[in-house]
């Protein structure tokens, strides 16, 4: 096992720290220290970067005594380290509530689905499959994913990975060179199909077409696969900081513009949910009930941030307005309907955040499967609903 770039700066700037709390010689000021010390005492397996690298050094350091005295950082490139290290962690924290007791019962609901599906109109799977994709737009699901991937094939590293990273694979720099490990493939040529193409084969002078073709598909697939992952296109250093200083005015962050303008893989497996949602209504008699799915996707896209779901959204947006104008209906018929489906991804993402991912998404379980109900004509027990939801909110609210 090696120690990252990353492991290897936090350790040298809180390798002291880590030891007085994994000795309890001093205890934790915050959140991430109460939960540094629960994976030490506990033993579980580590989920923010400062875990990751201390569980990294011990493993390590069992063979080997570790040296980081050679490394050095400034004041105000630490500073701008630990910003970077935090929106990781905020990007990619992990759901630890699931149990194998709510599996079984999401097992059993997705058996059961797959029995009636055939019988249930196409407009009411491509509603449930709205509802469904806003679970997987920033929830602790998505977000899990996103770790899995980058720590299982994010770890490329040779001749060609570096040539895409251009001058980002010397290192960190700090003052005027300075370039962000979540911003470097938008501001440095390299990482789009054209230039990833050119790099490979500048890369190694000797190597043969098929070196240069492995090279230039594995590299991209490992950037892929990381949580920021491909850029749209290069903006460059400049005209990104331009950008993100006009939209942090109207409150989008440099990280959710790092967001939007990449797509990595787990954003490309979540975007299959709303397009076949679009697929399985585009034909459907009721112009208003598909102009209210659209709504729902578009508001959902743009909060996950999704690239390609945002242009599936933008292509049902089409469709629905070509539809009413089609049906000689009203276009204030059609602004309703769509900020209908608007407003109910609006109050689904801030219920999300209120309640937290785990009682959302039983919720949004529960919604699902009374829409396949109803349209069954199978009665429900609202009562024992009732009580599995307050349940649950008093079991979550006790963690």
Known sequence: MNL?????????????RYKRLASGLSKPTSHKEISFVNFIRNQTEPKTQHEIAYSRYLEINKTTELNFNKIGLDKKHNKIFEKNIDYLDEKISLNKYINKHDQKIAQKISSWYKENIREIPNIKLAESLAWVSQITSESALSKSLERLTAESFNTLSNAYTKALDGAFA?????????????????????????DAIQKTRDAVPDDTKWEEFKGLITSLASDMSSVTGLPLAVLGKDTRENITEILEKVGISESKFVDLWSINTIEVAGSI?????????????????????????????????????????????????????????????????????GAISTASIILMSLLGPIIWTSLIVIIVTAMIFNKKNIKINWGYVSKFIRATIKKESKI
């Open 4 to 16: 990252s770039n990353w492991d290897t700066r936090l350790l040298k700037l809180y390798l002291t």
């Open 170 to 194: 010397e290192g960190l720099k700090s003052g005027i060179d300075y370039i962000s490990p979540t911003s470097h493939r938008i501001d440095i040529p390299g990482h789009t199909l054209l």
């Open 273 to 341: 949910i709303p397009a076949i949602a679009l697929l399985l209504s585009w034909n459907d008699k009721d112009t208003k009930n598909f102009t209210k799915i659209v709504g729902m996707i578009n508001v959902t896209s743009l909060y996950a941030g999704n690239p390609i779901s945002i242009l599936i959204s933008i292509v049902g947006l089409a469709r629905s307005y070509h539809r009413i104008k089609n049906n000689k209906e009203t276009t204030k018929s059609w602004i309703l309907a769509l900020s209908k489906g």
